[in-house]
């Protein structure tokens, strides 16, 4: 049996983007056919808000994929949590968006299509 996706996307505070990232990227994998035992997606912030979920070094260590949402969020990941340039994929994506924006929506959509047979 193949490994468990442990998919995980960061942002800043955890507030809109990683978490929109997640959401989108599951029902991505579904609408592939992947069943949903097969992977576990979760978004977590460098500096998250109150109530939202915070990178930890565990966090890191559980993870078999990981994806920054831009590229300061890349280097605070290999900074603060040793994370290896390599295994971090910035997706370039800006912090300008509002909480549940459909053009977020629609722009992760086009972004994490190619990353859904990634392994």
Known sequence: MAEQ???????????SRSPNAARVF????IEAGYDQKSFEVRS??????AGRT?????????????????GMVALAL???YG???ESVVNLQVPDIYTVD????ERLLRNVL??????I
Do not use: H, K, S
């Open 5 to 15: 996706r442990r998919v995980l996307f960061v942002c800043e505070g955890n507030m």
């Open 26 to 29: 599951r029902d991505l994998l």
């Open 44 to 49: 977590a912030g460098t500096n998250a808000w």
């Open 54 to 70: 915070q990178m930890t070094r565990e966090l890191g260590d559980w993870t078999n994929e990981i994806y920054a949402m831009d």
């Open 78 to 80: 290999q900074r603060a």
């Open 83 to 85: 994370l290896p340039e």
């Open 101 to 104: 924006d459909p053009v977020l």
């Open 113 to 118: 299509l190619r990353y859904v047979n990634r």
